[in-house]
């Protein structure tokens, strides 16, 4: 351990410790859990083209390939677990630091983790909706009636892609027999999640929306922020002088809107966070990690009074 580094993510400590964070999180948290991002390391989104809503509805064969693909992949989500950065944010919000958990993804381990107040943005694929009568049902059922319906099928893979399908040849596929809504005896049944092409629901934005607005911090961990669906929080909180913080491998759209960036795995710094800010904890030099490359100062007038630290500004630690 280099103490040249020592307690690297003291300036993020600080700003936590006021409490009232809204966090904002995507695929980037999940990746230790075994599920890939779209556009980080692990990169799923350069081998593999997402199913668009209009695919979906208009298609009844890429449909049927989306179920097969799905069915399989289904059941490496189940298995997956929470990981450190899920546990050390649940601890986090147990802590009565967090307003609430704002998530781009659809794995469910956030509360898995045992998180608090998790909205899932973009919907949970253990969640079925029938797109005729708006039937909700759990996914554990639809798989038993999949795989009732589909006794031989039995291809395999290791790879799941973050939206929870795999990647299986035309042919492994084309005899996979899909299901009906059975309130409605007919309708198509979806994954309750939002598809690329596919608006999220007004309310949920507006929920969303309404508890950015409210927070002290906006940390934002594990998202490119690519898209607008999750970008927009990034831009409203700059807006409102909201302070934010970017915690991912890599650069990010928002990076501009942030106060501070670091580049490190969100498994290092999430539990060093959850020892720098625990109360019964002295302060003690030399006892922090290494690892992570700080991107931005954070400016003292930036900062809300009761989580300004020092002279206000992280120092630059080259990665060392």
């Given at each position: ?109 956030h509360q898995a983790g045992g998180a608090g ?136 759209r928002g990076d501009d809107y942030a106060e ?61």
């Amino acid at each position: 351990m280099d103490n040249r580094n020592a307690d690297a993510y003291a300036p993020l400590a600080h700003l936590l410790t006021g409490g009232e964070v809204v966090v904002l999180s995507g695929a980037g948290i999940s990746t230790d859990s075994g599920i890939p991002d779209y556009r980080g390391p692990s990169g799923a989104l350069r081998r593999h083209t997402p199913m668009t809503y209009q695919t979906f509805v208009g298609d009844p064969r890429a449909r049927r390939r989306y179920w097969a693909r799905s069915h399989l992949g289904w059941r490496t989500i189940v298995r997956a677990t929470p990981n450190a950065g899920h546990r050390a944010l649940a601890e986090l919000d147990r802590r009565g630091l967090l307003a609430g958990i704002l998530t781009q993804n659809v794995d469910g381990l956030h509360q898995a983790g045992g998180a608090g107040s998790v909205i899932e943005l973009h919907g949970s694929l253990a969640r079925v909706i029938c797109l005729g009568c708006g039937d909700t049902t759990d996914r554990e059922a639809l798989d038993r009636r999949l795989r009732a319906a589909n006794p031989r099928f039995a291809a395999r893979s290791d790879t799941v892609n973050p939206d929870g399908d795999v990647e299986l040849p035309d042919a492994m596929v084309d005899d996979f027999r899909t299901v009906d809504c059975q309130a409605c005896r007919g309708g198509i049944l979806k994954p309750d999640v939002v598809f690329f092409g596919e608006s999220v629901p007004a309310d949920r934005v507006r929920a969303c929306f309404d508890l950015v607005e409210r927070a002290r911090l906006l940390l934002v961990l594990g998202s490119s922020l690519t898209v607008m669906s999750g970008r927009r929080f990034v831009i409203r909180a700059a807006r409102l002088g909201i302070p934010v913080v970017i915690v991912n491998q890599g650069p990010t759209r928002g990076d501009d809107y942030a106060e501070l960036t670091v580049d490190a795995p969100l498994g290092l710094v999430l539990p060093e966070l959850v020892r720098l800010t625990d109360p019964t904890r002295s302060a003690t030099a030399g006892d922090g990690p290494t690892g992570g490359r700080w991107h931005r100062l954070v400016p003292a007038r930036s900062l809300p009074d009761r989580s300004r630290a020092g002279n206000g500004s992280a120092e630059v630690r080259p990665r060392g």
